[in-house]
């Protein structure tokens, strides 16, 4: 039996902005008239340790508070994680798997422990790198994430982070974090 909810697992080391992604997400999804959730995984979180996110989005009110075991889409931030951690775990083969790298996608599917997933690549790190100045890759994995799973639309991710980080941070910040969102889901790679 199917569903009746997408569920998203967040893969990342402490710092790079998972536990945001993935309750800004839901965020989004919640603006589209959907039904959601986003949460972090706690633990000993250090910065730089691995962590993980979740969530999940769907058409009707959503009664399951656990970690994700079997998720539809994986996203994972630092490609580091791949040596260490099965993103691929609990996948089925038809599910989506973006990986934050700059090395070719043959080369990260040699070490996906599931070969058939869906592989979408994006160097998220040079992105955030150009257009924030530092290495924040959750802002272009948003945009990426809206290009491959459509779980919300381009649209939303930019007039979310644009009016969730104007109440924070100065307009140069708003700017480069729209520019990185916009970039990312032009140069996905499928």
């Given at each position: 039996?199917?569903?009746?909810?997408?569920e998203?697992?967040?893969?990342?080391?402490?710092?790079?902005?998972?536990?945001?992604?993935?309750?800004?997400?839901?965020?989004?999804?919640?603006n589209?008239?959907?039904?959601?959730?986003?949460?972090?995984?706690?633990?000993?979180?250090?910065?730089?340790?691995?962590?993980?996110g979740?969530?999940?989005?769907?058409?009707?009110?959503?009664?399951?508070?656990s970690?994700?075991?079997?998720?539809?889409?994986?996203?994972?931030?630092?490609?580091?994680?791949?040596?260490?951690?099965?993103?691929?775990?609990?996948?089925?083969?038809?599910?989506?798997?973006?990986?934050?790298?700059?090395?070719?996608?043959?080369?990260?599917?040699?070490?996906?422990?599931?070969k058939?997933?869906?592989?979408h690549?994006?160097?998220?790190?040079?992105?955030?790198?150009?257009?924030?100045?530092?290495?924040?890759?959750?802002?272009?994995?948003?945009?990426?994430?809206?290009?491959?799973?459509?779980?919300?639309?381009?649209?939303?991710?930019?007039?979310?982070?644009?009016?969730?980080?104007?109440?924070?941070?100065?307009?140069?910040?708003?700017?480069?974090?729209?520019?990185?969102?916009?970039?990312?889901?032009?140069?996905?790679?499928?």
């Open positions: 039996m199917k569903k009746p909810y997408t998203i697992r967040w893969h990342a080391r402490g710092g790079q902005g998972a536990k945001t992604a993935a309750t800004l997400v839901a965020e989004m999804a919640i589209e008239g959907k039904f959601s959730q986003g949460f972090p995984e706690y633990g000993p979180e250090r910065m730089g340790a691995p962590i993980r979740f969530t999940r989005i769907g058409e009707t009110p959503i009664s399951v508070h970690a994700i075991y079997e998720p539809d889409i994986v996203v994972v931030l630092d490609d580091s994680l791949l040596d260490t951690v099965d993103v691929c775990e609990g996948m089925k083969d038809d599910g989506v798997l973006l990986v934050n790298t700059n090395r070719p996608p043959e080369e990260i599917r040699a070490k996906l422990s599931n058939k997933v869906k592989l690549t994006i160097d998220a790190t040079k992105i955030s790198i150009d257009e924030l100045g530092r290495s924040i890759p959750n802002a272009p994995m948003m945009g990426a994430l809206a290009r491959t799973a459509g779980v919300v639309k381009v649209e939303t991710v930019k007039d979310s982070m644009a009016h969730k980080f104007a109440k924070k941070f100065g307009d140069k910040v708003v700017q480069g974090n729209l520019r990185a969102i916009e970039r990312a889901y032009k140069e996905v790679k499928s």
